[in-house]
C-alpha cells in the first residue's frame, strides 16, 4: 500500500509539473490543428492539386524554411541565455532581449529586401522542374508572403520570452486567427479569389498571429524596445552561438530544397501531394513532439548546470516521448488512407490523390521516433553550450538524406523522400547519442542503454496496441463497407481508443512506469 501510494504522489508530482500543462497545451493545440486541417481541407477541396497549387506551395515553402530557421537559431541561442539572465536579475533579462529584438529586426527587414529582389531565383532552386509560367506565379506568390517575415521575427522572440517562463499557451494557439480568417474567406468567395488571393490573405493571417501574444507579454512586463546593448557578456554568447546554430538548422532545410526539387520533375501535383503529406506529418509532430519538448525545454535549461538534474529530466522527456510518440505512430500506420481521405478526399482532392498522399505520409512516420529524440537531444546540446555538435550531425544527415532522396525516389518515386528522411532521422538519434557521450561526462554509454530499454519495453504494449486497433477496424468495416466520413472519423477514432486502452493496460502490467517512467 506504501509503494503504492509513493507511486501516486510521484505520478501527481510529475503530473503537476509536466502532465498537466502539456495536456492544456495539447488540447489547445490540438484545436489549432484540427482547425488548421479544416483550412488545408477547404484549400484542397476549392483548388486541388493542379499547377498553381504548386507554385502556391513553392511560396508558401519558401516562406515557411526562412521562418523555421529564424525559429530554431533564435530560440535555441535565445531561451538558455534569457533564462540565465532572468535568474541574474530583470534588468539584465530586459537589456538582454531588448538586443535581441533590435538584432532580429534588422535581419527580418535584410532578408526581406533580398528575397523580394531575388524571388525569381530563389523559386527556381526549390522548383527547377517548373515551366516558365509556373515558376513566375510562384515568385509572384514569394513576393506577396516574404513581408510577414519582419512580423513573424518579432513573434518568435516573444514567443522564446514567454516559454523561457514557461508561459506556452499563445505559442499554442496564436494559429487559430489565422487559419479561421483563410476558412471563411474561401466558404464565402470559394476558388474565385484565385491563388493570388489566397496567398494574400494566408499572409495577412500569419500577420495576425503577434496580437495573440501582445496580452501574454503585457501581464509578464515582457518589453521588446530598440535599445540594444552589444557589451552584454550574454550577447556576446548569443552571438558567437548564432553561426553553428545557424548552419545545423541550415543543413537541415537542405532536404525541403532537395525533395521539392526533385518532386517538381514527378508531373502535374507531385509537390502538393509531398506537401499535403508533409503537413500531415508536420502537424503531428507539432502537436505531440514539439509541445511535450516545448515544454520541458524551459526545465532543461533551468537543469543545465547540474549534471544529475540535467541527465533526469532528459531521460525523463526521452521515455514520455517514446511512449506518446510510439502510439501515435501506430495510428498512422494502421489509418493511414484513412487520415487523409477525413482531411482532404473531397471536391476537386480526387481518391487517387488520396491513395498517393497516404502512401507518403506513411513512409514520413516511421521516422517520428528517432525525430522526437533527435529535437530533444539537440535542445539538451544547446543549453549545455556544445552549439557545434549539432552543427556537425545536421551536415552529416543531410549528406545521407540528399543520396537516399536521389536513389529511393528513382526507386520508389515521391514515397521514396520520405523514406529517405525516416532513415536519415535513425542515422541522426545514433549520432546524438554518441555525441552526447563525447560531449558531457554524465551522459556515458547508460543513454544508449536507457534509450534501448525504452524501446523494448513498448514492445509489447505496441504490439498489443496494433493487433487491437486492426482487429476492431477490421470489425467495423465490415458494419460499414464504404462509411462516409464521419462515420469513418468515428471509426478511426474507435479503434484507436481500444488501442489505447490495451497500450496502457499492457504499460501498466509489465511494471514499466513503475519502473521507469517515474524515477
Known amino acids: 500500500m506504501d509503494s503504492l501510494n509513493t507511486l501516486k504522489n510521484k505520478a501527481n508530482n510529475i503530473f503537476n509539473k509536466t502532465g498537466k500543462p502539456a495536456v492544456i497545451i495539447i488540447l489547445v493545440t490540438l484545436v489549432s490543428k484540427i482547425i488548421g486541417f479544416v483550412r488545408e481541407s477547404v484549400i484542397a477541396s476549392n483548388f486541388g492539386a493542379t499547377a498553381d497549387t504548386d507554385a502556391y506551395v513553392v511560396a508558401v515553402t519558401i516562406y515557411t524554411l526562412v521562418m523555421l530557421i529564424f525559429s530554431e537559431v533564435i530560440n535555441n541561442a535565445f531561451m538558455p541565455l534569457y533564462v540565465s539572465s532572468r535568474q541574474k536579475s530583470k534588468k539584465i533579462a530586459d537589456k538582454f532581449i531588448n538586443t535581441v529584438f533590435s538584432f532580429v529586426l534588422i535581419i527580418s527587414i535584410i532578408t526581406t529586401i533580398i528575397g523580394l529582389l531575388f524571388a525569381k531565383q530563389i523559386a527556381s532552386v526549390f522548383a527547377p522542374g517548373f515551366s516558365e509560367e509556373a515558376l513566375q506565379l510562384a515568385a509572384n506568390l514569394t513576393r506577396v508572403m516574404l513581408p510577414v517575415i519582419i512580423i513573424t521575427g518579432i513573434s518568435i522572440v516573444a514567443g522564446g520570452a514567454l516559454q523561457s517562463q514557461e508561459c506556452f499557451l499563445p505559442q499554442a494557439a496564436m494559429g487559430i486567427p489565422n487559419h479561421i480568417m483563410v476558412i471563411l474567406i474561401l466558404i ?3 476558388s474565385n479569389i484565385g491563388i493570388k488571393g489566397l496567398t494574400a490573405i494566408a499572409s495577412i493571417g500569419t500577420a495576425s498571429q503577434l496580437l495573440v501574444q501582445l496580452p501574454f507579454l503585457k501581464k509578464r512586463g515582457v518589453k521588446c524596445k530598440l535599445k540594444p546593448h552589444f557589451k552584454m557578456p550574454e550577447v556576446n554568447l548569443f552571438l558567437h552561438s548564432l553561426f553553428p546554430i545557424f548552419i545545423a538548422t541550415a543543413a537541415r532545410q537542405v532536404i525541403t530544397v532537395v525533395d521539392k526539387a526533385l518532386a517538381s520533375s514527378g508531373g502535374q501535383g507531385s509537390i502538393s501531394i509531398l506537401n499535403y503529406s508533409n503537413i500531415m506529418y508536420a502537424s503531428i509532430s507539432g502537436l505531440f513532439i514539439t509541445t511535450l519538448t516545448t515544454i520541458m525545454y524551459p526545465q532543461i535549461a533551468k537543469n543545465a548546470f547540474d ?36 482531411m482532404f478526399e473531397r471536391g476537386n482532392f480526387t481518391r487517387n490523390n488520396a491513395l498517393d498522399t497516404a502512401e507518403v505520409f506513411m513512409f514520413y512516420s516511421f521516422g517520428l521516433v528517432p525525430a522526437a529524440l533527435n529535437d530533444i537531444l539537440m535542445k539538451t546540446m544547446y543549453c549545455i553550450k556544445k552549439v557545434k555538435f549539432p552543427m556537425y550531425i545536421s551536415i552529416a544527415s543531410i549528406s545521407v538524406n540528399v543520396i537516399l532522396s536521389i536513389l529511393l525516389y528513382n526507386l520508389i ?3 521514396g523522400l520520405a523514406l529517405a528522411s525516416s532513415i536519415t532521422a535513425f542515422f541522426s538519434m545514433i549520432l546524438y547519442i554518441y555525441a552526447l557521450k563525447k560531449a558531457y561526462q554524465m551522459f556515458s554509454i547508460d543513454i544508449l542503454n536507457d534509450i534501448l530499454k525504452i524501446f523494448f519495453a513498448f514492445i509489447l504494449p505496441g504490439g498489443a496496441s496494433y493487433v487491437s486497433i486492426y482487429a476492431v477496424k477490421n470489425l467495423l468495416y465490415c458494419v460499414w463497407e464504404a462509411p462516409g466520413t464521419i462515420v ?11 488501442g489505447l486502452a490495451v497500450y ?3 504499460i501498466f502490467l509489465i511494471g514499466f512506469l513503475k519502473r521507469k517512467l517515474y524515477p
Open 188 to 190: 464565402i468567395w470559394g
Open 307 to 342: 549534471n544529475e538534474l540535467l541527465a533526469k529530466s532528459v531521460k525523463k522527456c526521452i521515455q514520455l516521448l517514446v511512449a506518446v510518440i510510439l502510439f501515435i505512430s501506430i495510428i498512422v500506420w494502421c489509418f493511414k488512407y484513412e487520415i487523409i481521405s477525413i
Open 413 to 415: 518515386g515521391i514515397a
Open 488 to 498: 469513418l472519423a468515428a471509426l478511426v477514432a474507435a479503434a484507436s481508443a481500444a
Open 504 to 506: 496502457v493496460l499492457m
